[in-house]
């Protein structure tokens, strides 16, 4: 054999098994290139559909944020109306309690007053009831003691007439003894005491 077959079959067996081992190889590239483009679609679907999950999470979660904003601010707005209802309810009350301190110090007042005023009433009242007591004891009496004056009158016109007779009859009776009265006289003169 001639050394430039041998080397042509050589080179044509090389070519042949270059070419195979190409093709192999091709086709090994090309299975793990499709293996590598599947996983790689697999990995991008993966991520198309997690970066959607993630957009829709994302979504929903600024939606709830959206919505708790807006329940804080509803609350934050509750809060400073019941604030500002808790300070107007304290202002009424302070309000309220000096009311009631006022209103008590004026019934005071008003009661002392009108306790002064009806004692003085009274006063005066009892005073005129006593006066008017007073004056018709005054006339009863008056008319006790001109009824008793009625009374003791004959009782007094007896007695004067009766001492207008025992004068009459101690005259009477001194008469005689007149005459002799002098010399009576005379003796209890004499007479030592």
């Not at 004959?154 to 004068?167: A, F, N, S, T």
Request: with cysteine.
């Amino acid at each position: 054999m001639n050394p430039f077959y041998v080397v042509a079959i050589l080179l044509i067996g090389i070519a042949v098994g270059a070419l195979v081992a190409m093709l192999v190889l091709r086709q090994i590239f090309e299975a793990r290139t499709a293996q590598g483009v599947a996983t790689a679609t697999g990995d991008a679907k993966a991520a198309e559909s997690r970066a959607s999950d993630l957009a829709a999470r994302l979504t929903a979660t600024e939606v709830e944020l959206r919505s708790r904003s807006e329940e804080i601010r509803s609350l934050s707005a509750q809060l400073a109306s019941l604030t500002a209802e808790k300070e107007a309810s304290e202002t009424q009350l302070q309000a309220v309690i000096r009311l009631h301190d006022q209103m008590k110090e004026a019934f005071a007042s008003l009661s002392a007053q009108a306790l002064q005023a009806t004692s003085t009433n009274f006063f005066q009242v009892a005073k005129r009831e006593l006066e008017s007591a007073r004056v018709d004891q005054k006339r009863d009496l008056d008319q006790n003691e001109r009824a008793v004056a009625d009374l003791l009158s004959p009782i007094r016109e007896g007695l004067v007439k009766y001492d207008m007779k025992i004068e009459q009859l101690s005259r009477e009776r001194d008469e005689p003894l007149a005459c002799s009265r002098p010399s009576f006289s005379a003796w209890s003169k004499q007479v030592p005491t």
